[in-house]
């Protein structure tokens, strides 16, 4: 059995049964993903493994919003690394479904008014149908690649960052991008391993970065010019950029369609309930 990861969203609830004298509550060993009743004892909530966690650790995870935790028999380990590639501490953080995660401070995942997996599923869809081979440049806790791979036959995923990988492989959200056969998983830069792809190898491209201030080379014109390159004549790419009607979003996506049409990319359009931007080669396939 997998080792309980918990959050705040979880203990709250049980935190509040034991204030009102509850001997049982439905409590989440997996942030969220599946249920089981557990026993509320004197000492703290009984696991389904026979683990117990104290009523003391409980409230010290549900004093950190921002956080998720390891159960281990030592005590509790709060998800999070220290990034030697970007010299920034990543972690896991709970939402009310599935956790985003954080990258010097920023949020990985839109989660007001929405939660990570459903902001991930509005960025597929809006290259629906997502056919064949798909790029996804990106890969952070794998969400893109795993919901592209639902009806892909294949997914590349890309990942700068070994500690984002580390994170992942604890994520209880993230197992199918590690389980499922049909994803590919390489570390590395992906301005340097897209320009090693075969030309006219993709259906699809997910292009989701950081935050241009986090990572403006993946915001420019030579790597747009690369992803056109491995685009199949009539692929088609998503482009996140932001919150549209925000300044910072306004001025990213002006900037990125742009970039995008000066590349060779046509149809170059904001998709704004997805807080991007779709853009395709043409299907006769020339590129500038």
Known sequence: MPEPVVSHVQVAPALAARRLGAPRTL?????GRTVTETELTDDGILLPD??????ADAEAIAAAPNACFRLLAGGLEPIRAFSGTTGR????????GAPTMILGGFYMHRVKGTDPWADTLAKVAAVAPVRGAVL???????????AAARTASRVLTIELDP???EIA?????????FADPRI?????????????????????????????SLAGE???????????????????????????????????????????????????????????IVAARSARGRRR
């Open 218 to 276: 993946l915001y420019g014109g030579t790597f747009y010019a690369q992803l056109l390159r491995v685009l199949r004549p009539g692929g088609r790419l998503f482009h996140y950029v932001g919150r549209p009607d925000s300044g910072h979003g306004a001025r990213t996506g002006a900037g990125v369609i742009r970039r995008l049409r000066e590349a060779g990319f046509e149809a170059v359009a904001e998709r704004a309930e997805a807080f991007g």
């Open 50 to 55: 026979g683990a117990l966690l104290r009523w």
């Open 27 to 31: 409590f989440s060993t997996d942030l």
């Open 169 to 177: 492989a604890l994520n209880p959200w993230s197992g199918e991008l």
């Open 89 to 96: 501490v990543v972690g896991l953080m709970a939402t009310t």
């Open 184 to 212: 590919e998983r390489r570390v590395g830069d992906a301005t340097e391993l897209v320009a090693e792809l075969p030309d006219a190898s993709f259906d699809r491209v997910l292009h989701d970065p950081p935050t241009l």
């Open 136 to 146: 996804d440049t990106t890969m952070g806790l794998g969400y893109t690649a795993i």
């Open 163 to 165: 500690a984002v990988v």
